[in-house]
């Protein structure tokens, strides 16, 4: 009986199914409160239920989620390059900006430290999706405005994938959100998700 070529080809499978190349792809959520589950159970924010259905049409991707409730566009800068050394994502999705406006913080400045964390995602060889957010009229025509078109701008500048709105479809619906009226309940997390799968999709090659 010839067992070596046999005995060659079993142990050439086994390490190629425990080498690096078989193993997934990390998709990197980098957000704020609205990413990060706030006022729900773990296993209910939509980055979870993202790596569901990911598993279930089964890619070879890994969600990863870093984000932090209450943070920045300049935080979430300060943060990101540890982030992309540790998990090394083939793509990054950058859910950033709420907060900068719900301060009232320069539009300039947002627009500067998102600029910069696509920078550093492409240098490390990861795609962007850009999720953008719009702010409350109460803030004013002129800051609203030009708040919700960064994200066009530096989607349309970068070439990157852009989610127009995390909230598209249920903004208007009270009952999707929680008592802070900010916040979505756990009922919307599923419809975040459509939304974001539209423009991750074609990015999972």
């Not at 920078?119 to 795609?127: L, P, T």
């Not at 994200?151 to 349309?156: D, I, Q, T």
Request: hydrophobic share 45%.
């Amino acid at each position: 009986m010839r067992l070596a070529p046999l005995f060659r080809i079993l142990c050439l499978g086994a390490l190629l199914a425990c080498s690096p190349a078989w193993a997934a792809s990390k998709i990197l959520v980098w957000g704020d409160s609205l990413s990060a589950g706030y006022g729900l159970r773990p296993q209910e924010a939509w980055p979870v239920l993202l790596g569901h259905k990911i598993g279930t049409a089964k890619l070879p991707y890994e969600v990863v989620n870093g984000s932090i409730s209450g943070e920045t566009t300049a935080g979430g800068l300060s943060r990101l390059p540890a982030a992309l050394q540790a998990h090394k994502p083939a793509i990054v999705i950058i859910e950033l900006g709420a907060n900068d406006g719900l301060r009232g913080l320069p539009v300039k400045a947002m627009s500067t430290n998102l600029q910069s964390m696509i920078d550093a995602s492409r240098q490390a060889g990861a795609r962007i999706l850009l999720i953008g957010m719009r702010m409350p009229p109460n803030y004013g025509p002129s800051y609203t405005g030009a708040f919700e078109g960064t994200y066009r701008e530096l989607a349309k500048a970068n070439r990157t994938g852009l989610v127009p709105f995390l909230m598209q479809g249920f903004a208007d619906r009270p009952d999707h959100f929680q008592q802070d009226g900010i916040h979505p309940v756990a009922a919307a997390q599923p419809l975040i998700v459509e939304t974001v799968w539209q423009e991750l999709r074609p990015l999972l090659r």
